[in-house]
């Protein structure tokens, strides 16, 4: 079946990352019937969440989302609220626990570009979130444990009754995915 592919990358990175790059090589090498984007989400949270919409809007084939870290975050937002598939990497969960770290200025990791976060944009991002996560049936979840940034238990907890792909050991980058991509694509309906 025909699908538009959306991923979207965590904070402070970007679509040349490695788990985009992996991704993107896979499917598009394998799978015809899908249209893979991977956009360059902006740093400030109300410019990345309109490039979403935007993205959905110009979408050729039903849309799944795919998202790592706070990009994770976004794609079960957005699943949610489409009532589609999603799957989500290490991600980040409401509500943001701890983000307030990120406060002042940043640096994005693959770019270099510094943008600043303030107290209203996290209590934007914070809005975008559900108490209880009600899409766990169109959900896959791959978590490692040795996630260094965010605690998998909680994300377990939190996706409850989602598909859950547990890794012992790994890291917030997610060393597991070349040993998922088959997974990935089957679940979200690829063939």
């Known amino acids: 079946m025909n699908r538009t592919v ?3 990358h965590g904070f402070a990175s970007s679509s040349n990352s490695n788990k985009a790059k992996v991704l993107k090589k896979y499917i598009s090498e394998n799978y015809k019937s899908a249209e893979i984007i991977i956009p360059d989400l902006d740093n400030n949270f109300k ?7 935007i993205l959905i809007n110009r979408a050729k084939y039903p849309i799944v989302f795919v998202g790592s870290s706070l990009g994770g975050y976004y794609a079960s937002y957005f699943s949610t609220k489409l009532k589609t598939k999603s799957v989500l990497i290490n991600p980040a969960i409401p509500p943001l626990k701890d983000f307030e770290i990120y406060l002042g200025e940043n640096e994005n ?3 270099g570009k510094k943008f600043t976060i303030t107290p209203e944009d996290i209590r934007y991002i914070r809005k975008m979130s559900y108490k209880k996560y009600t899409n766990a049936e169109n959900t896959y979840v791959l978590l490692e444990s040795g996630d260094e940034v965010l605690k998998y238990k909680e994300t377990a907890k939190y996706f409850r009754g989602s598909y859950l792909d547990i890794i012992y050991g790994g890291s917030h980058s997610y060393e597991s995915l070349d040993e998922k991509l088959k997974n990935i694509v089957n679940f979200i309906g690829i063939h």
């Open 6 to 8: 959306l991923y979207f």
């Open 109 to 111: 990791y693959i770019t």
């Open 47 to 53: 410019l990345a969440v309109s490039q979403i919409h």
